[in-house]
């Protein structure tokens, strides 16, 4: 499968080692969409890819999947034509917070007959609420997320402080760069406005953890993901860099586990 990536940045250089550089047997990225060519022309070489900036030679390329791994701003921008032309994965989920734009991706890759794949990221578990929700039988979402308090607020502070409680729908106009797993957990089952956030800001912690509880006819169920920073930005998680390239696999298998 052939794989073109939108960004240049810490989690698409993780997938260029991952997949290109560690020859992965299925997978290689073969184009790259940046805004500057002559910051990024080592990666043709590095990495034996194409290195584009104009959107449309780069869509025009052998691609069976674009990645967007930018920002919130950049997904907005591309992602309507690049989901008219190609299937697509999206990384900065947070661009899907408005609902207008939901729904006008949902038109455009229901008339392309594209699909539109958004990795689990930070958190696991979301094959529970979607299976919960199918009939519309869960109840009730609530993540509580622990982060260093350096990423939440500009205030000192020696003990632990909650900066925001509240629906996810709010939760990410507040703290838009640190809410992509209020989005994906909110889409995955019963939605922005009813999944409850707390956010919590950690002077003691130097990692992100997001606790979820879920209630539903099926019964209760609660997980803890502790994560590890990425090394190439710490204000990453490592597994949400590694749901990228799990999702990659999948699409591309035969076999296919859960769901």
Same mark, same amino acid.
């Given at each position: 499968m052939?794989i073109?990536?939108?960004?240049?940045?810490?989690?698409?250089?993780?997938?260029l080692?991952?997949?290109?550089?560690?020859?992965?047997?299925? &997978?290689?990225?073969?184009?790259?969409?940046?805004?500057?060519?002559?910051?990024?022309?080592? &990666? $043709?070489?590095?990495?034996?890819?194409?290195?584009?900036?104009?959107?449309?030679?780069f869509?025009?390329?052998?691609?069976?999947?674009?990645?967007?791994?930018?920002?919130?701003?950049?997904?907005?921008?591309?992602?309507p034509?690049?989901?008219?032309?190609?299937?697509?994965?999206?990384?900065?989920?947070?661009?899907?917070?408005?609902?207008?734009?939901?729904?006008?991706?949902m038109?455009?890759?229901?008339?392309?007959?594209?699909?539109?794949?958004?990795?689990?990221?930070?958190?696991?578990?979301?094959?529970? &609420?979607q299976?919960?929700?199918?009939?519309?039988? @869960?109840?009730?979402?609530?993540l509580?997320?622990r982060?260093?308090?350096?990423? &939440?607020?500009?205030?000192?502070?020696?003990?632990e402080?909650?900066?925001?409680?509240?629906?996810?729908?709010?939760?990410?106009?507040?703290?838009p760069?640190?809410?992509?797993? +209020?989005?994906?957990?909110?889409?995955?089952?019963?939605?922005?406005?009813?999944?409850?956030?707390? @956010?919590?800001?950690?002077?003691?912690?130097?990692?992100?953890?997001?606790h979820? $509880?879920?209630?539903?006819?099926?019964?209760?169920?609660?997980?803890?993901?502790?994560?590890?920073?990425?090394?190439?930005?710490?204000?990453?998680?490592?597994?949400? +860099?590694?749901?990228?390239?799990?999702?990659?696999?999948?699409?591309?298998?035969?076999?296919?586990?859960?769901?």
């Open positions: 052939n073109g990536i939108i960004g240049a940045g810490a989690i698409a250089n993780v997938m080692e991952r997949v290109n550089h560690d020859a992965h047997e299925n &997978l290689k990225i073969t184009n790259v969409l940046v805004r500057d060519r002559e910051k990024y022309q080592h &990666l $043709e070489k590095d990495f034996d890819v194409q290195i584009h900036t104009d959107l449309d030679a869509l025009a390329s052998d691609m069976d999947i674009v990645v967007e791994a930018a920002n919130v701003e950049v997904a907005k921008s591309v992602l034509q690049v989901l008219g032309e190609k299937d697509a994965m999206l990384i900065s989920v947070g661009a899907l917070a408005e609902g207008e734009f939901v729904a006008q991706l038109q455009i890759a229901k008339k392309h007959d594209t699909t539109l794949h958004l990795p689990s990221g930070a958190i696991g578990g979301l094959d529970l &609420l299976n919960a929700q199918a009939y519309g039988e @869960l109840e009730s979402v609530k509580t997320s982060k260093p308090a350096a990423s &939440l607020t500009y205030e000192t502070t020696e003990a402080k909650a900066v925001f409680e509240g629906k996810a729908i709010d939760a990410i106009k507040h703290f760069k640190n809410m992509n797993v +209020a989005v994906i957990l909110a889409m995955a089952g019963i939605g922005m406005e009813r999944t409850q956030v707390l @956010l919590i800001a950690d002077p003691r912690t130097d990692r992100n953890t997001h979820i $509880e879920v209630k539903g006819a099926f019964g209760k169920a609660s997980f803890t993901i502790e994560n590890n920073p990425l090394p190439e930005n710490p204000k990453t998680s490592y597994l949400a +860099a590694i749901s990228i390239l799990g999702t990659l696999e999948r699409i591309n298998r035969n076999f296919v586990i859960g769901g």
